[in-house]
């Protein structure tokens, strides 16, 4: 599967943004899915995870109630609701899949996207 993901930029502090991911592929229902964010200087972390059935599996405690993680397997598009955001969510965000949603969690997925990059002013 090949993932594009966009709508990344610059927002202030207490602002929202909403990532989106178009995957190619007609089985793109049978994977999990996620957001995973790589800050200057830092490891990967991952954000949020939805399994294939759309089940929501995970979200990182630094995100829980702000951000929302949702897909649509019709459209073969994962979609990141970003709430109140802050400057430490400036990352360079991508969309991820594996067939294995354990993958994803460990953001060593099989498949990601380009990256879009997220820059939270404060």
């Known amino acids: 599967v090949q993932l594009q993901a966009s709508g990344g930029g610059l927002v202030q502090s207490g602002g929202s943004l909403r990532l989106s991911c178009a995957a190619s592929g007609r089985t793109f229902s049978s994977y999990a899915v996620g957001w995973i964010r790589q800050a200057p200087d830092k490891e990967r972390d991952v954000v949020a995870v939805m399994v294939r059935s759309g089940g929501v599996m995970y979200y990182a405690d630094s995100v829980k109630g702000r951000f929302t993680i949702s897909r649509d397997n019709a459209k073969n598009t994962v979609s990141l609701q970003m709430n109140s955001l802050e400057p430490e969510d400036t990352a360079v965000y991508y969309c991820?899949?594996?067939?294995?949603?354990?993958?994803?969690?460990?953001?060593?997925?099989?498949?990601w996207g380009q990256g879009t990059l997220v820059t939270v002013s404060s």
């Open positions: 991820a899949a594996d067939s294995n949603f354990k993958k994803v969690i460990l953001t060593t997925p099989d498949f």
